[in-house]
């Protein structure tokens, strides 16, 4: 099967899709890119919880990889709590702020600075 590529890019506050690889799911994306996004060719993960059918498409797929350019390759990303939890493929675990000062992630040197994770995918049955 052939490999997709999206982005998922936060909007903090439990809006977002959990990712994990080697999962099977449901994933929506977003129709019509919001402006901040808008110069990007991959589909761009749709908060589900937002509930406006028209503004996104729905299709099935499997995670395949999920990589952040300064964080690493990441295994799972945790959207539910004040606070996201990313595991990265070693085993390390981030805790990041998701509704004070979403973004912020805790024990990490260097403040992230683009939130845009690229995640490898492939259609499902």
Same mark, same amino acid.
């Given at each position: 099967?052939?490999?997709?590529?999206?982005?998922?890019?936060?909007?903090?506050?439990?809006?977002?899709?959990?990712?994990?690889?080697?999962?099977?799911?449901?994933?929506?994306?977003?129709?019509?890119?919001?402006?901040?996004?808008?110069?990007?060719?991959?589909? !761009?993960?749709?908060?589900?919880?937002? =509930?406006?059918?028209?503004?996104?498409?729905?299709?099935?797929?499997? $995670? +395949? #990889?999920?990589?952040?350019?300064?964080?690493?390759? !990441?295994?799972?990303?945790?959207?539910? =709590?004040?606070?996201?939890?990313?595991?990265?493929?070693?085993?390390? $675990? +981030? #805790?990041?702020?998701?509704?004070?000062?979403?973004?912020?992630?805790?024990?990490?040197?260097?403040?992230?600075?683009?939130?845009?994770?690229?995640?490898?995918?492939?259609?499902?049955?």
């Amino acid at each position: 099967m052939p490999i997709e590529k999206a982005i998922w890019y936060p909007s903090w506050y439990e809006l977002d899709p959990t990712l994990e690889v080697g999962s099977v799911d449901e994933f929506h994306f977003f129709r019509v890119v919001p402006d901040h996004l808008a110069n990007e060719d991959d589909p !761009i993960f749709y908060g589900d919880l937002w =509930g406006d059918k028209h503004l996104y498409y729905s299709a099935r797929k499997r $995670i +395949l #990889k999920i990589h952040h350019p300064q964080i690493g390759d !990441i295994q799972k990303i945790y959207t539910r =709590g004040l606070d996201y939890t990313i595991t990265l493929t070693d085993g390390t $675990i +981030l #805790k990041v702020e998701a509704e004070e000062t979403p973004g912020v992630v805790y024990d990490l040197p260097e403040p992230v600075r683009d939130w845009r994770v690229f995640v490898e995918m492939e259609p499902a049955e």
